[in-house]
Structure formats: C-alpha cells, structure tokens
C-alpha cells in the first residue's frame, strides 16, 4: 500500500487544497520521483505510458514555481511552454492544470489548430503564464510575430514518441532551437526511438531519468484476447458483443478515418450511443465527442489513434481494436486506454488473417503470447449481418486466461465454437 502523500513531497498549501478537492491523496510512483527533482530545478527525462499520473508530476511543481518566483507578463510571451502532440491531449493538459492551479491566480493558454486563431491571439496579446500548444500551429503563431518564445524559462515536452509517430519531431526542434539556453526542460515518452533521443540530446545535457514502467510492454491488470474474424464480418461482431451491458464504456479503434464513420454510423442505425473521432472532424466536433463519452451520453467512442491520443477517461471498461494498428506501438497506446490508475480493464482485439502479421509484431513487442477465442456467433448471423434476434448467450464468455496461453495456429476466415467474454470492470480514480 503507498503511504506515501502529496504533502510530504513538499507541495505548496494551496497545491494541496486543490488535490484534496479532487481526492488525490497519494502520488502515482512517477510523481512521487518527478514532484522532487523539479522542484530542485532538475531537468527531467521520464518514460512512462499514459495514465501514470505524467501531468501531475510535471505539472504540480510548474505550478509552484511559477506561483513563487512571479515575473511580469512579457507581451505574446509565456514564462512556461508545454508541447503535446494533438489537440485532445493540449486541451486535457490544460483542463489539469487549471483544477491544480484553481487558488494560485496563474494565467494559460492554449494553442492548438483546427479552430480559427483570432481567439488565440488575443490570449497571447498580454502574456500568459503557460501555454499549452500543439507544435504546428504555435510554429504558424511565431512565424507571423502573434507569439514569442524568449521568456520561455521551462520547456515540457509531452508523449514525444507520438511526436515523432504524427512528424512532429522536426518542428520541436525548431522550436527548442527559439528557446533561451537558460531554462528547466522536460520530456515524457513511452518509447525512446533514435530521434527521440536526438531531441533529448538538443532539449538537455544533465537530467535526472525516471523509468516508472518498461516502456513496451502492457500492464497485467489488462486482459487481453484476440478474436479471429474475417474483415467484412467485424461490424456484425462488434454490434452482438456490445449488447452485453457489461461493455459500460469501450473505445473502437480502427486504422482510417472512413473506417471509423463506417462503424460509427453502424453502430448508430443499431441503436447504440456511438460517436466518432478523428482528424477529419473539426475541433468543436472533436471536443462535442469527447464531452459526450466523458459524460456518459456516448457509450462507444470510435477513434483513430491519433485523435485518441490524449483522451484522459475514468472508467473505460473495454477496448476493441476493430481493426489491428501497423505500428505495434499503437496497441501499447490503445489499450492503455483502460486500466488506469490501478483499475481494471479488458483489450478485444478483432483480426483477420490479413492481420496475422501485425498480430505478430505485437506480441514480440508486448513479450507475450496473446489468448484467442472464438467468436461464437453462428454462420447465419454473419451472413445476415443482424444479430438483434439472436439470443444473447452467443459469444459471451470467453475463458479466463490469467497466465501465458501456449502458441496456437489457424487459418482464418469464420471460426465457431465457443464465445467470448466480454465482462470486466471498470471504473477506478484516474491518477492526478
């Protein structure tokens, strides 16, 4: 059990007034390494996946130390700039630090494409605090002289990997390079490929590393099944496992965009709460989705990676790869989606044989074996593509698979045979 507390990690009181309204009493283990070394002033390297706690820990002593050494505001200028890699993880970002700083009257900001910028440019008119930015817009920003980035005295980079994943890493170093030489810098990543490395060689010469987790490989408390199933019956699979109530809450991944309307659309016309979101759709759209799954009115969020990046949820109780990401890394990403903060949580993954390859980079990367399970549904409702009159003991209880399943074969195309569990719990407090 963590007896460790927020007070005891040197927080201020007003700090600590604001973590008790949330009921945030204990620190994740990357806070409770992070809170002290950036208070001292270190710069910071830290891997660890999402749901960790990373905006606390990075996020309270900024918080700190702006409230304690105050400078006047510089115009179009920020005292603290911190990048994100989409619009959902800058806009979660600074929702959390405007809960933590509510009694500490700090100004922020945030900067982000998609919307129009008049507004963003008159935030910026007299200064802020802290701005909050995605790289291509802040870039578009300086580029016409509405914000400038030499009063900068703390640099925080968030979940860099993906920053290199969407083709971000050039412009972050275009922006480090704007930056004062003299400042407090932070990186966070769940990866560290060769640019990510480069850019931390540019971002810092002596930091502190703070490893809370391997950075590969997926938390147990995730149960994780694959269900083999050919490509053109997923949507039929997907419609009868949602029909279990226990699915209470469940992010639907696919590859594309198109895809993701497809199957939005689907699940809207059978009657589900689904919403979808993706780089296509506005900010405002984007943000309409998310408010809604956050409060329950959108049971089934359809999400590509990217735009799921960022999405901070309590309660997921289910993740369903409808389809499998090319990059294995992604699977990593997606079902962290579920199990945070020590809840937890169940990872579906459909796959066609088309797939098996991608299936295959993710178990070497994960280290694991991943148990398959037979769908369970009759060939008559995959032909029919209807499952609403189907009873619903088809497909419902997958084995328990608590320990490594032994390596296993098939050869695609429908599978009968015994069903899949689709339970689990959900719920838990998300991590400060």
């Known amino acids: ?61 900024l918080l700190q130390k702006l409230a304690e050494h105050r400078t006047p505001a510089v115009p179009k200028s920020a005292r603290a700039l911190i990048l994100a890699p989409t619009r959902e993880l800058a806009v979660q970002i600074d929702e959390s630090l405007r809960v933590y700083g509510r009694h500490l009257n700090l100004r922020s900001t945030v900067i982000l494409g998609g919307v129009n910028q008049s507004k963003q440019i008159n935030a910026m008119r007299n200064g802020v605090d802290i701005l909050v930015a995605t790289p291509g817009r802040l870039l578009d920003l300086v580029k016409q002289h509405h914000v400038r980035l030499d009063a900068v005295s703390v640099l925080i980079v968030d979940e860099a990997d993906r920053m290199l994943d969407m083709g ?32 931390i060689g540019d971002m810092m010469k002596h930091y502190e590393r703070i490893e809370v987790s391997p950075p590969t490989v997926t938390a147990d408390r995730i149960e994780q099944h694959v269900i083999p199933i050919a490509q053109k019956d997923k ?7 949602l029909r279990d109530d226990k699915l209470k809450r469940v992010i639907v991944f696919t590859r594309t965009k198109h895809v993701a309307n497809r199957v939005s659309d689907h699940l809207e016309r059978a009657g589900f709460k689904a919403d979808a979101i993706h780089g296509n759709k506005s900010q405002n759209a984007r943000q309409r989705a998310l408010e809604g799954f956050k409060s329950g009115d959108v049971r089934i969020l359809v999400a590509t990676d990217i735009a799921a990046r960022g999405v901070d949820v309590d309660g997921i109780t289910h993740v369903i790869n409808f389809e499998l990401p090319n990059e294995p890394e992604s ?44 769908h369970g549904l009759p060939p008559e409702a995959l032909t029919a593509g209807n499952v609403a009159e189907l009873p619903r003991s088809f497909g419902h209880k997958m084995p328990e698979n608590k320990h490594r399943q032994p390596k296993r074969q098939w050869r695609g195309g429908r599978s009968g045979g015994r069903g899949g569990r689709s339970g689990g719990n959900g719920g838990g407090q998300r991590a400060a």
């Open 235 to 241: 949507r039929t699979l997907l419609a009868h496992l």
């Open 168 to 199: 971000f890493i050039k412009d972050v170093r275009r922006i480090v390079a704007m930056l004062p030489k003299q400042r407090q810098s932070m990186l966070f990543s769940a990866t560290m490929p060769g640019e990510v490395l480069q850019l």
């Open 331 to 374: 699977y990593v990403h997606r079902i962290g989606r579920t199990a945070r903060a020590g809840a937890e949580g169940i990872a579906i993954s459909f796959c066609d044989p088309a797939e098996k390859p991608h299936l295959r980079a993710i178990e070497k990367l994960v280290k694991r074996t991943l148990p398959v399970v037979e």
């Open 1 to 61: 059990m963590n007896t460790i507390t927020f007070d005891s990690l040197g927080l201020s009181e007003p700090l600590l007034r604001a973590l008790t309204a949330e009921n945030y009493t204990h620190p994740t283990p990357i806070q409770t390494r992070a809170i002290p070394a950036l208070l001292a002033g270190k710069d910071l390297l830290g891997i660890a996946q999402t749901g960790t706690g990373k905006t606390a820990a990075f996020g309270l002593p």
